[in-house]
Each structure stands twice: as structure tokens, then as C-alpha cells.
T-cell receptor
Framework: GAGVSQTPSNKVTEKGKYVELRCDPISGHTALYWYRQSLGQGPEFLIYFQGTGAADDSGLPNDRFFAVRPEGSVSTLKIQRTERGDSAVYLC??????????FGPGTRLLVL | DQQVKQNSPSLSVQEGRISILNCDYTNSMFDYFLWYKKYPAEGPTFLISISSIKDKNEDGRFTVFLNKSAKHLSLHIVPSQPGDSAVYFCAASERNTDKLIFGTGTRLQVFP
């Protein structure tokens, strides 16, 4: 497809479990971003990749959160020992270097 | 500390009239501002942006105004259409960074 895609679209897990969320950016976009949106809030920055490297991971809330982009395209956000407070919509965006960020539809994570 | 604030959680406007959505910011280092529109169960869609060197940017029915001295920007939609009904997010970034700081959003409803 032409836009950013994210899988799964919905994920329900139990407290303490491990989850992986996947993002496929727009082809050719070198920059990739992860945001988290809680109910009633705007998206909150988590991490930004330029190519394969994390250029800014200042938004990751703690060491349970980790993201990779091994080949400079697809990225995976990994959450260990999930907590109920991790429930949110996780949004991925990509851009052609600096410039407008284009968002995917998000993954809705629910931790029971 | 909310660096980008959208103080009106909702706005209701009649079709054909002007919609004005407001946004205030506190960080004087912000130099690029964007508006995103979000429909339910979809990711934010880029609408319009403005650099801090400008005070106005227009694209069709959408105009963004920036008042740097007041640290205030607004989005004008004219004429408003029912399809404009969505949540609108204001976002900002600092020079040489790519992470976006979002407001909490304003829900616009355009009624016939």
C-alpha cells in the first residue's frame, strides 16, 4: 500500500506478558517515529529512527519499552512485562527525512 | 507540563460558516507548527503547517495563523463542511529536532 501500515490493529494481552507491535513505513522514507496516544490525550512521542539507528529515544517511558529498525525500513516496538497503564493506541509515522510526518492507523493495545 | 495547549475540547459550527480552532504554546524554541485531523479508528492526517518565519499559510479552505509574540496559532476552516467533523490536533517541533509535541485536541462538529 501507499501509506504507513501497522499490525496488529488490535492487541489484547494480560498483565506481565510481552508484546510486539509492527510498523511498515512509506517506501523510501528514512525517518520513522513511534508515538503513544492515551484516551483524551494527544499523541506522545516515544522514539525516532533515522535509518537503522535510534536518533532520539527520550520519550520511552522506562526500560520495558524497546524499539528496533534493523534494516532501516520496518520497525518493531517491544514492550516487556506489560502493565495496565500501557493500554493506549500506539501510532507509527514516517517521513522522508525532515518534514511532514505521515501516520499509520495505530495499534490499539489493551492490557487486562 | 503541557507545552502545547488546546483549551477548547469541542467546537460546534454550522455548515458553511467559519470554524476557528485555537492553540497556545509555551516553548519559545518551537519553530514549526502543524495541524492534524483525526477520524475515529484512523491515524492523524496531516492538514497544514507553518514555519515560525511566517505568520500565515493558506491551503484551499484551510488557513493557519501564527502570532509568535502571543505564542498562539489558529486554524480557520471556511466554509466548514460536515466532512470536516473530526478531532483536530495542533503540534509543534523545535529547530533541528523531529519529535512533535501535540496538544490534547479539539473535537469539531459541523452540522447541516
Amino acid at each position: 500500500g501507499a501509506g504507513v501500515s501497522q499490525t496488529p490493529s488490535n492487541k489484547v494481552t494480560e498483565k506481565g506478558k510481552y508484546v510486539e507491535l509492527r510498523c511498515d513505513p512509506i517506501s523510501g522514507h528514512t525517518a520513522l517515529y513511534w508515538y503513544r496516544q492515551s484516551l483524551g490525550q494527544g499523541p506522545e512521542f516515544l522514539i525516532y529512527f533515522q535509518g537503522t539507528g535510534a536518533a532520539d529515544d527520550s520519550g520511552l517511558p522506562n526500560d520495558r519499552f524497546f524499539a528496533v529498525r534493523p534494516e532501516g525500513s520496518v520497525s518493531t516496538l517491544k514492550i516487556q512485562r506489560t502493565e495496565r497503564g500501557d493500554s493506549a493506541v500506539y501510532l507509527c509515522a514516517s517521513s522522508p527525512g525532515q518534514g511532514t510526518q505521515y501516520f499509520g492507523p495505530g495499534t490499539r493495545l489493551l492490557v487486562l | 507540563d503541557q507545552q502545547v495547549k488546546q483549551n477548547s475540547p469541542s467546537l460546534s459550527v454550522q455548515e458553511g460558516r467559519i470554524s476557528i480552532l485555537n492553540c497556545d504554546y509555551t516553548n519559545s524554541m518551537f519553530d514549526y507548527f502543524l495541524w492534524y485531523k483525526k477520524y475515529p479508528a484512523e491515524g492523524p492526517t496531516f492538514l497544514i503547517s507553518i514555519s515560525s518565519i511566517k505568520d500565515k499559510n493558506e491551503d484551499g479552505r484551510f488557513t493557519v495563523f501564527l502570532n509568535k509574540s502571543a505564542k498562539h496559532l489558529s486554524l480557520h476552516i471556511v466554509p466548514s463542511q460536515p466532512g470536516d467533523s473530526a478531532v483536530y490536533f495542533c503540534a509543534a517541533s523545535e529547530r533541528n529536532t523531529d519529535k512533535l509535541i501535540f496538544g490534547t485536541g479539539t473535537r469539531l462538529q459541523v452540522f447541516p
